[in-house]
């Protein structure tokens, strides 16, 4: 074959691969690769978590079930059973914050990222039900209302706001801006008002429940901050609104180890020393408020007077023998 008659072969050849028809049916043959590929590929299990803090661990009282992010997967962890259930956020930002409803049935996320969202997702099925777009760089914490009717919301603090949902309507019924940096939420007993919490920040905020259900328009959220006192310079890192007889009672605990007490008029009128180095969460129930501390310590304290009760066992030390262990130390 002469030199000429094989550069017009390789010239065919080369216009051939250019030609709209060869590129076509390759990307459609990568594509289906991938297809075939994402429904072969099962996640089964997932190592670690991502929860920048208590805000992002949740758990079911009713059930027990366990959910907490690792990146933008949402973990559904059935401890008794150690077997994990999955929700995969589509939009591929990252969890930081999630809740339970009430009832159980439906978990709400929020993500970091550009324009986030506010998500709700059925537990049983893992898929979305409801999303609300309100926030515009990250949201810092998320809580259902005791009576499941609405959602809060409060973004990162350049975010600056704080919204109130009634996610079933998929209308935002309240709203306000909150400058500080605010690190929990917690709903009172009768969902009348909720409690933020942060850097030298606790506040109340009211809903007004004849106006938000009457007016289609956002309703201007009323917030009132609580009286702090000589604790105003500390870091309140979780915050849980009483329940039962101290239904009145809003209890929080700074970074540097309080216990704090709000009475109904929103003065701090009493608190204790947690005797650690950190105080990280807070847990509140009818006759128990658990506080949880450095070094993995829970200590248990009254609801009616603050008067300490115990200092729960710490867990076994990873990969520990327990059927080894036959004396008490």
């Known amino acids: 074959m002469t030199a000429e008659g094989s550069g017009t072969i390789r010239s065919r050849i080369k216009n051939l691969l250019r030609s709209p028809s060869i590129k076509l049916r390759r990307r459609s043959g990568a594509t289906r690769h991938k297809e075939d590929l994402s429904e072969k590929v099962i996640l089964e299990k997932v190592l670690g978590i991502t929860a920048p803090g208590n805000r992002a661990l949740a758990c079911d009282p009713r059930t027990g079930l366990l959910a907490y992010p690792a990146g933008c997967v949402v973990v559904l962890l059935n401890p008794r059973k150690n077997k994990?259930?999955?929700?995969?956020?589509?939009?591929?930002?990252?969890?930081?914050?999630?809740?339970?409803?009430?009832?159980?049935?439906?978990?709400?996320?929020?993500?970091?990222?550009?324009?986030?969202?506010?998500?709700?997702?059925?537990?049983?099925?893992?898929?979305?039900?409801?999303?609300l777009q309100e926030h515009k760089y990250g949201v810092a914490c998320v809580a259902f209302s005791p009576n499941g009717k609405y959602i809060v919301s409060v973004g990162y603090q350049h975010d600056m706001m704080v919204n109130v949902w009634n996610w079933k309507k998929n209308v935002v019924v309240a709203a306000n801006k909150v400058s500080s940096k605010v690190t929990a939420v917690s709903f009172s007993d009768d969902s009348s008002y909720f409690?933020?919490?942060?850097?030298?920040?606790?506040?109340?905020?009211?809903?007004?429940?004849?106006?938000?259900?009457?007016?289609?328009?956002?309703?201007?959220?009323?917030?009132?901050?609580?009286?702090?006192?000589?604790?105003?310079?500390?870091?309140f890192s979780d915050v849980a609104c009483g329940r039962g007889r101290q239904a009145a009672s809003t209890f929080c605990i700074t970074s540097s180890g309080l216990l704090c007490e709000f009475n109904d008029r929103r003065l701090l009128d009493k608190w204790v020393e947690l005797r650690t180095s950190q105080a990280t969460c807070l847990s509140v129930t009818d006759e128990l408020i658990f506080c949880g501390c450095s070094d993995g310590t829970v200590r248990a304290f009254s609801p009616v007077n603050l008067h300490f009760l115990c200092t729960l066992p710490r867990p076994h030390s990873l990969g520990a023998d327990i059927s080894s262990m036959v004396e008490a130390r």
């Open 195 to 235: 409690v933020t919490a942060g850097n030298r920040h606790v506040k109340f905020w009211y809903l007004d429940h004849g106006k938000t259900s009457k007016v289609n328009a956002t309703v201007p959220l009323l917030g009132r901050s609580g009286l702090l006192g000589e604790l105003r310079n500390n870091f």
């Open 84 to 131: 994990q259930h999955h929700i995969f956020n589509s939009s591929r930002k990252a969890i930081t914050t999630l809740a339970f409803s009430p009832d159980g049935k439906y978990v709400v996320t929020g993500e970091s990222g550009h324009m986030p969202a506010v998500r709700v997702w059925d537990v049983s099925e893992r898929l979305q039900v409801a999303e």
